[in-house]
């Protein structure tokens, strides 16, 4: 049972535009969220992180939105660079059960075109 | 600090044989992981550790695995037995602060059971 989904194997954006990837959730109790990055070769990056509280948060070219209701949220990448072109992972975590599980999607491969 | 390292970065065994590999965490994280990640897949939580108790195991983690973290400094994870399934990615990450804040990963250990 895949509890988070990323519907979206890859991704492909010219250079300078926005890059939208996305990431969707069956379990209610998911209650925190991040998105990392995946280079060959090298383990995931932190990228960014949203608590179920907000809707949004911001961190320079990225930005995160979450929609509860329809348990869903987007990454945003603006403007995409070539740098940016890895395959990006979407996780959750139910925090309020105390465990320290983070349940990941099986990634977007995201290439920029120069 | 160079940060969370992993040895070996491969490892070819034959199905049967038991192999084990050592994580080296960033020096002040009192919080360790390890994820398997197989090809297609997102990272799977596998356990953790904080300091030296190991705190969390998944059901992933079969009679055959074995984790360690003796001194609460490095860990070792054990495969015994191996089979042709056990073939994957093996990731270890640390963290001072919990999973929600993003912890480091190392490159992984990529395991090929022949």
């Known amino acids: 049972d895949q509890q988070v989904k990323q519907n979206s194997p890859s991704l492909s954006v010219q250079e300078g535009r926005i890059s939208i990837l996305n990431c969707d959730y069956t379990?209610?109790?998911?209650?925190?969220f991040l998105w990392y990055k995946k280079y060959p070769a090298e383990g995931p990056t932190f990228l960014i992180s949203i608590s179920s509280i907000k809707d949004k948060n911001e961190d320079g070219r990225f930005t995160v939105f979450l929609n509860k209701s329809a348990k869903h949220l987007s990454l945003h990448i603006v403007p995409s660079q070539p740098g940016d072109s890895a395959v990006y992972f979407c996780a959750a975590s139910a925090t309020n059960f105390g465990n320290e599980k983070l349940t990941f999607g099986t990634g977007t491969r995201l290439t920029i075109i120069p | 600090d160079t940060g969370v390292s992993q040895n070996p970065r491969h490892k070819i065994t034959k199905r049967g044989q038991n192999v084990t590999f050592r994580c080296d965490p960033i020096?002040?994280?009192?919080?360790l992981y390890w994820y398997r990640q197989t090809l297609g897949q997102g990272p799977e939580f596998l356990t953790y550790f904080q300091n030296e108790a190991q705190l969390e195991k998944s059901r992933l983690l079969s009679d055959r695995f074995s984790a360690e973290r003796p001194k609460g400094s490095f860990s070792t994870l054990e495969i015994q037995r191996t089979e042709q399934g056990d073939s994957a990615m093996y990731l270890c990450?640390?963290?001072?602060?919990?999973?929600?804040?993003?912890?480091?990963f190392g490159s992984g250990t990529r395991l090929t059971v022949v």
């Open positions: 379990n209610s109790m998911f209650d925190y």
């Open positions: 020096s002040e994280h009192n919080r």
């Open positions: 990450a640390s963290s001072d602060r919990g999973k929600d804040y993003g912890y480091t």
